[in-house]
């Protein structure tokens, strides 16, 4: 019967716990020994790496690649009786263990930790229910550094909240807001209707379908006469709804799913939301007058941050990706993954265009506190307003967003970040999402040991 009657009282118990049960010496207590396993970085990319929990991966990159990290323990065959009991000279089989492989990443360490380290800063200063950054080499899709906050100690992950075991970069969705101006740019640029000379009239909001739309200027009379440059820089909400109706829904939705959104990007990490935008049928005048700004649809980080990728590196949307290679114990090369276009979504005059205008953004808009001094830096702010518990805006509840490119002449890196539900201090992006956006991004480029940038050029030469 002991065979049958054989049951757990704890697994994987710390070794002072097994130390002084077994000097008790309670009859019928059998210990065994089991692996466990140890994080020695702690918090750091513990929401990418994930856990083992009894038996298995549990998050992150520990159960999306299970079946290549977990190997095998040798075995013993052989024939037994209904009790467990080995009947005596049969034949016996051993089976030897095997190891579990080895993954290589594309995360840079060192990336990571200034990643982090600033998020951290941005949970002192702000207090805010999450904080986050995603980093992408523009030219492969190879994912930099992806942290947010709060997150977790994968050696004690049972002390904190389950929330906080994902990677909110690749399994948050939430409107973009501003940031999505971009693709209605790029957009417009491609189809040859943006003229950056021509002046639009804000007046602060616009109408559509009886539903007044406000631009962020609405409390003192809109933006006025401008042209459609400083529509830019300005991030002027009823221009760019009049550049989304010259495109048109059809034209402007086709681009939408072009950048990658609405879909997985096929990130390998479990999780992965695909966000929500608006399909055909639905996609009337109302909605595309504000998705044009970026309202009323849902996308997630590394879309964002893919999107605006492909925008700066010539026009090519990349598969974003964590593991590069999968090795076994003796360093053989088991699986290599090599760098994966998925399409050209927009010309490589369109793309310096943009990347000329988004940097117009730093220099002389919105996103002048993303700036980084001695480098060429582009981007562009958001600010989303959050949906209530009735399905109405809150008129206090913002979600700050910037993403961008450095430097200018030869785009390295693309940064996410974002920051939502604010709690303490300044409320406002110019604070919190483009100041974050600007510290990390000094001191990766400091840390890649790039050289300072030549003097931005005139914007007479850009116009």
Same mark, same amino acid.
């Given at each position: 019967?002991?065979?049958?009657?054989?049951?757990?009282?704890?697994?994987?118990?710390?070794?002072?716990?097994?130390?002084?049960?077994?000097?008790?010496?309670?009859?019928?207590?059998?210990?065994?020994?089991?692996?466990?396993?140890?994080?020695? #970085?702690?918090?750091?990319?513990?929401?990418? *790496? #994930?856990?083992?929990?009894?038996?298995?991966?549990?998050?992150?990159?520990?159960?999306?690649?299970?079946?290549?990290l977990?190997?095998?323990?040798?075995? *013993?065959?052989?024939?037994?009786?209904?009790?467990?009991?080995?009947v005596?000279?049969?034949?016996k089989?051993?089976?030897?263990?095997k190891?579990?492989y080895?993954?290589?990443?594309t995360?840079d360490?060192?990336?990571?930790?200034?990643?982090?380290?600033?998020?951290?800063?941005v949970?002192?200063?702000?207090?805010?229910?999450?904080?986050?950054?995603v980093a992408?080499?523009?030219?492969?899709?190879?994912?930099? %550094?992806?942290?947010?906050?709060?997150?977790?100690?994968?050696?004690?992950y049972?002390?904190y909240?389950?929330?906080?075991?994902?990677l909110?970069p690749?399994?948050?969705? @939430?409107?973009?807001?501003?940031?999505?101006?971009?693709?209605?740019?790029?957009?417009?640029?491609?189809?040859g209707?943006?003229?950056?000379?021509?002046?639009?009239?804000?007046?602060?909001?616009?109408t559509?379908?009886?539903?007044?739309?406000?631009?962020?200027?609405?409390?003192?009379?809109?933006?006025?006469?401008i042209?459609?440059?400083?529509?830019?820089?300005?991030?002027?909400?009823? %221009?760019?709804?009049?550049?989304?109706?010259?495109?048109?829904?059809?034209?402007?939705?086709?681009?939408?799913?072009? @950048?990658?959104?609405?879909?997985?990007?096929?990130?390998d990490y479990?999780?992965?939301s695909? #966000?929500?935008?608006?399909?055909?049928?639905?996609?009337?005048?109302?909605?595309?007058?504000?998705?044009? @700004?970026?309202?009323?649809?849902?996308?997630?980080?590394?879309?964002?941050?893919?999107?605006? %990728?492909?925008?700066?590196?010539?026009?090519?949307?990349?598969?974003?990706?964590?593991?590069?290679?999968?090795?076994?114990?003796?360093?053989?090369?088991?699986?290599?993954?090599?760098p994966?276009?998925?399409?050209?979504?927009?010309s490589?005059?369109?793309?310096?265009?943009?990347?000329?205008l988004?940097?117009?953004? +730093?220099?002389?808009?919105? #996103?002048?506190?993303?700036?980084?001094?001695?480098?060429?830096?582009?981007?562009?702010?958001?600010?989303?307003?959050?949906?209530?518990?009735?399905?109405s805006?809150?008129?206090?509840?913002?979600?700050?967003?910037?993403?961008?490119?450095?430097?200018?002449?030869?785009?390295?890196? +693309?940064?996410?970040?974002?920051?939502?539900?604010?709690?303490?201090?300044?409320?406002y992006?110019?604070?919190t999402?483009?100041?974050? @956006?600007?510290r990390?991004?000094?001191?990766?480029?400091?840390?890649l040991?790039?050289p300072?940038?030549?003097?931005?050029?005139?914007?007479?030469?850009?116009?």
């Open positions: 019967d002991v065979y049958k009657r054989q049951v757990y009282i704890k697994r994987k118990v710390e070794p002072q716990i097994s130390e002084a049960v077994q000097q008790m010496g309670i009859p019928g207590i059998v210990f065994f020994d089991e692996e466990k396993r140890y994080y020695p #970085g702690g918090n750091l990319a513990s929401q990418l *790496l #994930g856990f083992v929990g009894m038996d298995q991966g549990w998050a992150g990159l520990e159960i999306y690649y299970e079946e290549y977990s190997g095998y323990e040798g075995k *013993l065959l052989y024939p037994a009786d209904n009790y467990g009991r080995q005596p000279h049969e034949f089989r051993s089976l030897p263990p190891q579990g080895d993954l290589h990443l995360v360490e060192t990336i990571q930790h200034i990643v982090e380290k600033h998020l951290d800063q949970v002192v200063d702000s207090a805010p229910t999450l904080a986050l950054a992408i080499d523009p030219h492969s899709g190879a994912v930099l %550094a992806a942290a947010s906050r709060p997150d977790y100690n994968p050696d004690a049972d002390d909240d389950p929330e906080s075991w994902s909110a690749f399994t948050a969705a @939430f409107e973009p807001g501003s940031t999505f101006k971009m693709i209605t740019l790029a957009a417009a640029i491609e189809e209707i943006y003229d950056p000379e021509e002046h639009f009239y804000c007046s602060g909001h616009v559509i379908n009886g539903r007044q739309i406000n631009c962020w200027t609405a409390d003192r009379g809109g933006h006025g006469d042209t459609f440059y400083e529509a830019v820089g300005a991030s002027c909400n009823p %221009a760019f709804i009049e550049l989304g109706s010259r495109i048109g829904a059809d034209k402007l939705l086709s681009y939408i799913e072009a @950048f990658g959104y609405g879909r997985l990007t096929g990130v479990p999780g992965e695909t #966000g929500l935008i608006f399909s055909p049928e639905s996609f009337g005048p109302l909605e595309l007058a504000t998705t044009s @700004f970026g309202q009323g649809i849902a996308v997630t980080p590394i879309q964002q941050a893919m999107a605006v %990728a492909a925008m700066v590196n010539g026009g090519y949307l990349y598969k974003p990706y964590l593991v590069e290679e999968i090795c076994d114990s003796e360093g053989n090369v088991i699986l290599h993954r090599d994966d276009m998925v399409r050209q979504v927009i490589t005059g369109t793309s310096t265009r943009l990347v000329e988004m940097e117009s953004v +730093v220099l002389e808009g919105t #996103g002048k506190t993303a700036a980084v001094e001695g480098y060429r830096v582009a981007g562009k702010t958001g600010t989303a307003e959050k949906v209530g518990p009735d399905n805006y809150m008129s206090d509840q913002f979600v700050y967003s910037f993403v961008g490119t450095a430097p200018v002449a030869d785009p390295q890196i +693309v940064l996410y970040v974002a920051v939502d539900g604010v709690s303490k201090g300044p409320r992006g110019s604070y999402s483009a100041p974050l @956006f600007s990390i991004i000094e001191d990766v480029l400091n840390y040991q790039i300072p940038s030549e003097p931005a050029v005139e914007e007479a030469d850009i116009n």
